[in-house]
Structures are given as C-alpha cells and as structure tokens.
C-alpha cells in the first residue's frame, strides 16, 4: 500500500525552528515530485514548497521563502522541510504529497497531487 508519513510537527514559539520529515512506504520517492502544504483552520490549504526528483529544483510560497528549505534523501526515501523564523501565522496542518506531473507554475497547487499523508500539526504560540 502507497503512503507518506508526515513527522517533526509540534509546538514552537516564535522564532523557532522545526523540521519536517516526509517517510514513504510501498513505493521509492525518487521517481515523484513532493510538495508540502498547509491548511489553517477555516482556511484553504496551500502550497508551501516543492522539490523535484532530482532535488536540484525548489520552489516555495512567498510567504516562507527564506525561512524554510526543502530537501530530499531518496536513499532514505524521504522529504523534509526545514523552518526556521517561525511566525504564529505558520501555524497549520502540514501535509506531503506525490505527484508524477506538473509543471514549476503549477505544483504549489493541491489538485495535481495524487498521494498525501495524514498531516502533522505544527503550532506556533508563545
């Protein structure tokens, strides 16, 4: 059974650093594109960043670009996503997910994702 598990999540205050980790299980990584997302309460999820399969190539949302950093370990299978200077606005459900297809302006965006884990809370509050 395809599945990613999303861990590292917790409670921050602000200023802080957590990372993420993205585990897959029943497939290699290194053939998918994985994003990570959030989703705030009452709110749309959104994409925060993506790495390619090579991992050369990254984007990221404007909101996080120059705090967080993705980066992969296909030999471990897995994704992570670093956060640093952490702001109480950060605060949300963040999920990974795979996707096979896209191009760079489309894959901050949910729909193209055909894998996705359960989530890891990550709250940030003083």
């Known amino acids: 059974q395809l599945q990613l598990v999303e861990s590292g999540g917790g409670l921050v205050q602000p200023g802080g650093s957590l990372r993420l980790s993205c585990a897959a299980s029943g497939f290699t990584l290194d053939s998918y594109t994985i994003g990570w997302f959030r989703q705030a309460p009452g709110k749309e999820r959104e994409g925060v960043s993506w790495i390619r399969t090579s991992g050369s190539d990254t984007k990221y949302a404007d909101s996080v670009k120059g705090r967080f950093t993705i980066s992969r370990d296909n030999r471990r299978n897995t994704v992570y996503l670093q956060m640093s200077s952490l702001k109480p606005e950060d605060t949300a459900v963040y999920y990974c997910?795979?996707?096979?297809?896209?191009?760079?302006?489309?894959?901050?965006?949910?729909?193209?994702?055909?894998?996705w884990g359960q989530g890891t809370q990550v709250t940030v509050s003083s």
């Open positions: 997910a795979a996707t096979r297809f896209g191009s760079d302006f489309q894959l901050l965006q949910p729909l193209l994702y055909h894998y």
